[in-house]
């Protein structure tokens, strides 16, 4: 008799950006001197072309900081170089901008910082009305409609309730956020230097520009890092029993033909034993409850922003593929009941009426009003629609055959670690972006931003805890005998 055996595994997903990782590890002084002078490259062109004047402040400033980062890298040979360069950066790109804006250029145009006024009405009518968007007959123009989800009123409070400067301003509240939300995302995934990991992302042209301009994305994106930050350590080591691979549609292993269990030859038959409830029932617990917390963190998310629901639709095939339906509907339902409490919270008004909320959540964005979004760019989706009606419906149809396609694409061919989840967002915010009916170059700030976290959520293997987890069935090697 002869005795084979094999293990099932996961297929390893190839990366686009192998080669680019590769690099880094190998020179990481050469890679980061890069990174400063494409910055500064970056940061040159938005001050030379830039339509708006705060972004060409922002470029003159951040150009000078970029520079001076690189040169320092390439040219200081010390330890405490790396950390010096970033603070250089961030001195330049993000609070030299902010300080002259409040000195010298107070007298510069704020054209680019329109979210940071409707921010501030949102608060007000909160309070005034319970509903942070103004009814449809009091509507004049582009300015007037909140293109944004409830919860974000929240952060048009202070400048409502009377505070005044820094205090007042939602683009304050918006960094503070996007700040302890990108430490804690850091810390769950035990990330080295985690305070010099978030300086060096906040000084990158990706978030330092947003900073200045008060980008409403910045407590979004926070949000979604920590979800992901916490679904990437609960994920189990090994697929779900009963699939060859874990992936959602797959048929259950089947049994291979064997002798049947039993006791050896001339051996008394042993009761059966039951385990006694040990680390293993906590570290479940544990998992329910990181599973609800980082659906909890995309719930509050999406009901900030649509855009950020294509996190769920790359995330829940994730759970389903590595975990299980149970995990993945704990998550869902989690994420969908508190995005719906809180926009129920904050904007009580509409539990009566949802009429405005629908007009300037969704119809607005979609160019289905007859106010029309200010929002420009050279993207395929921009340009088709602003030309009528027909070319609206034309991108709106594109844009939800696309989503079909990747929502098919995603149930058959889901990802299977954080770092493949976060390629898979930036590839499916990159789609949305090119196709929508209205759109800005700021809102690629969702696939880069994905791509520079795709490090931070690297598969680091199991952990402690789920290396003493026992290996299911199907994933453990596999004896046939043949005789």
Not at 350 to 371: C, E, G, I, K
Not at 435 to 446: D, E, I, K, N, W
Request: proline fraction near 10%; charged fraction near 10%.
């Amino acid at each position: 008799m002869s005795r084979t055996a094999a293990t099932v595994r996961p297929v390893p997903i190839p990366s686009p950006i192998r080669g680019l990782d590769r690099f880094r590890r190998a020179r990481p002084v050469a890679w980061r001197t890069a990174g400063y002078t494409i910055a500064a490259v970056f940061a040159t062109g938005v001050g030379a072309f830039a339509g708006q004047e705060v972004q060409a402040s922002w470029g003159r400033w951040a150009a000078g900081g970029y520079v001076l980062a690189a040169l320092v890298t390439s040219l200081w040979r010390h330890t405490a170089a790396p950390f010096t360069a970033t603070a250089v950066a961030l001195a330049g790109a993000v609070v030299a901008p902010l300080v002259w804006m409040v000195t010298g250029g107070r007298g510069m145009s704020t054209v680019g910082m329109g979210p940071l006024t409707v921010i501030k009405r949102a608060g007000r009518l909160l309070l005034e009305s319970g509903s942070p968007y103004l009814t449809m007959d009091r509507l004049t123009g582009p300015e007037s409609l909140n293109p944004y989800g409830p919860p974000l009123a929240v952060f048009g409070l202070p400048h409502a309730l009377g505070l005044d400067g820094w205090a007042g301003n939602p683009r304050t509240w918006f960094v503070l956020s996007a700040v302890l939300l990108g430490y804690a995302a850091l810390r769950r995934v035990h990330a080295d230097r985690p305070l010099w990991r978030l300086a060096a992302a906040f000084a990158s042209p990706v978030l330092a520009l947003p900073v200045v301009l008060g980008s409403t994305d910045l407590p979004v994106l926070g949000l979604l890092a920590l979800g992901i930050a916490l679904l990437s350590r609960a994920l189990p080591h090994h697929p779900p029993a009963g699939t060859a691979t874990g992936r959602p549609g797959d048929r259950p292993t089947a049994a291979v033909p064997g002798p049947v269990a039993g006791p050896a030859p001339g051996l008394p038959d042993r009761p059966p034993t039951t385990a006694a409830p040990g680390p293993q029932a906590d570290r479940a617990a544990t998992s329910l409850d990181t599973l609800i917390l980082a659906g909890a963190a995309l719930g509050v998310a999406c009901a900030m922003k649509a855009t950020a629901l294509p996190a769920a639709l790359v995330l829940i095939p994730l759970l389903l593929a590595r975990a299980g339906w149970r995990p993945a509907l704990t998550f869902a339902t989690s994420g969908a009941l508190v995005a719906v409490a809180s926009a129920a919270l904050t904007a009580p008004a509409m539990l009566a009426d949802s009429r405005d909320l629908v007009h300037n959540v969704v119809m607005f964005p979609l160019r289905l009003t007859a106010q029309q979004t200010t929002a420009a760019s050279p993207m395929p989706g921009q340009v088709v629609a602003a030309d009528g009606s027909g070319g609206r419906l034309l991108m709106i149809g594109l844009l939800a055959a696309a989503m079909a396609a990747a929502v098919a694409y995603l149930w058959r061919r889901p990802a299977r670690t954080a770092p493949a989840a976060v390629m898979q967002m930036a590839v499916i915010w990159s789609l949305i972006f090119t196709l929508a009916p209205s759109t800005r170059y700021g809102y690629f700030v969702y696939p880069l931003l994905m791509l520079g976290l795709r490090n931070m959520f690297r598969d680091r293997g199991p952990s402690r805890e789920q290396r003493d987890e026992p290996r299911p069935a199907h994933a453990t090697s596999i004896a046939s005998i043949s005789a």
